[in-house]
């Protein structure tokens, strides 16, 4: 890894880094693709989870700058970040037009939003787990921490091709 990257830039915690990336976990849960997704996805556009992560802290935990700037609080300039994507979402999907909808899905995303206003209800320790794994962040530094996760699994995949090809040519 380049030394010199993480000396301009401040260190994020690494626990922030998912541990398995997304695009790993889909595998894995291929029997259960669409739960899979109303937790990755789907979770991220419902209102009550919305305002769930939002109200998980004022800080970011990337930067350890305050989330609300200026006059209001606005979060356009805050994403919601996965640091785990190990979950399944056991809520129902909400019908379109449901008051619960915070955003629309965009092309190419999971058209589907779960019912998460009813799961909090039902199973309150579920709805918690998904909280838990789900942090506030500035998109600038949502961008860097997965730029980090990057550079972090390149690095793990040239360590492991390297000791194979050490490990075979004995």
């Known amino acids: 890894m380049n030394k010199s ?15 398995v990336r997304k695009r790993h976990v889909l595998p894995v849960y291929k029997d259960r693709v669409t739960e899979w997704k109303l937790f990755a996805e789907g979770a991220l556009r ?3 989870f919305h305002n769930a992560v939002m109200n998980r802290g004022n800080k970011c935990l990337a930067c350890d700058q305050s989330l609300i700037t200026g006059k209001a609080k606005k979060y356009s300039h805050i994403e919601k970040h996965h640091h ?3 979950q399944l ?25 779960p019912n998460c206003r009813q799961c909090k209800a ?13 942090f506030p962040v500035h998109r600038s530094c949502h961008g860097y921490i997965h730029l980090v996760e990057k550079m ?10 390297n000791n194979f090809v050490q490990a075979t040519s004995k």
């Open 5 to 19: 990257f993480f000396q301009k830039k401040k260190r994020i915690p690494l626990f922030l880094v998912p541990k």
């Open 46 to 48: 419902n209102q009550v």
């Open 84 to 86: 785990c994507y190990i």
């Open 89 to 113: 979402c056991i809520g129902h999907i909400l019908p379109e037009g449901s008051g619960d909808i915070y955003r629309e899905a965009g092309n190419a995303e999971f058209p589907h939003v």
């Open 122 to 134: 039902n199973s309150p320790e579920y709805f918690e787990e998904c909280i838990k794994k789900i």
């Open 152 to 161: 972090l699994f390149d690095r793990l995949g040239t360590m492991f091709r």
